[in-house]
């Protein structure tokens, strides 16, 4: 989508993918700085890592916990979170939600999950439910909200009674193999309306495939990855995103 928004303003720019361990995460952003590139994207697992990597934070990174948009500028790195942003247009686009007051169990803990729990925390969401492969991650933030935003009612495990949405802010789907983020033993998909997984290649998880099977609203994150991409592309660029061209070219490479 980035290398068709930059030909359709004409910039002579591109956009490359390059995988990178953890433990080198340091070294490729200072290279990519010496290197005089513009700026990154960064994906699971580094979006905690880099915050502490960063020259400077902006207020949406310091706001939603992670980093997964870098800006290169006077050979300092800034550090920029447009998931949540993404995340709040797709909701609304895709599934006809409004968060406040909504309640809501997020499978995830990490970067996105971090992220999107402080979001939907900030949106006023009635009840906000936390589960994470290592509980004590979903405890900690659950702490971390409770300081941050008192007024909203947060809860480290699964709900008792219905909800209006579940969103899966885990990896597990992307491969064929993967076991379901959602344990169906703690709670079923009958309890809730509608389930949202930022996974998006492929594009049918086998969680959003069983939502479907018992009548609930679904989306996957192709919304959040065009919406937090075109704020990415302004951050780089300072100009507006092509929307359109870079919907265009995620719904031809799906």
């Known amino acids: 989508m980035h290398n068709a928004a930059f030909a359709a303003l004409g910039l002579n720019w591109r956009y490359l993918a390059f995988e990178v361990e953890p433990k080198n995460l340091r070294a490729a952003i200072e290279g990519a700085k010496k290197m005089g590139i513009i700026g990154l994207?960064?994906?699971?697992?580094?979006?905690?890592?880099?915050?502490k990597m960063m020259d400077a934070l902006d207020d949406s990174a310091k706001t939603w916990g992670a980093v997964n948009t870098i800006k290169f500028e006077n050979g300092r790195a800034r550090g920029f979170n447009t998931d949540a942003h993404g995340l709040e247009i797709s909701l609304r686009e895709d599934l006809g939600l409004k968060l406040r007051g909504a309640k809501v169990l997020l499978l995830g803990a990490g970067g996105a999950g971090k992220s999107i729990a402080l979001k939907?925390?900030?949106e006023k969401v009635a009840e906000l439910f936390l589960v994470n492969r290592t509980p004590s991650k979903a405890a900690e933030l659950a702490t971390e909200i409770k300081k941050r935003l008192p007024s909203v009612r947060v809860t480290a495990g699964y709900p008792k009674n219905a909800i209006g949405l579940l969103i899966n802010a885990t990896s597990l789907g992307m491969k064929p193999d993967d076991d379901s983020p959602l344990d169906q033993k703690q709670f079923s998909l009958k309890q809730t309306r509608a389930v949202y997984d930022i996974i998006y290649r492929p594009a049918g998880t086998k969680l959003l495939a069983a939502a479907k099977s018992v009548g609930c609203k679904t989306a996957n994150g192709l919304g959040m990855l065009l919406h937090q991409g075109a704020k990415a592309f302004e951050i780089w660029t300072g100009e507006p995103a092509p929307l359109d061209v870079m919907r265009r070219a995620l719904e031809n490479n799906k």
């Open 41 to 51: 994207n960064l994906t699971v697992p580094h979006k905690l890592l880099a915050m």
């Open 120 to 122: 939907l925390a900030s």
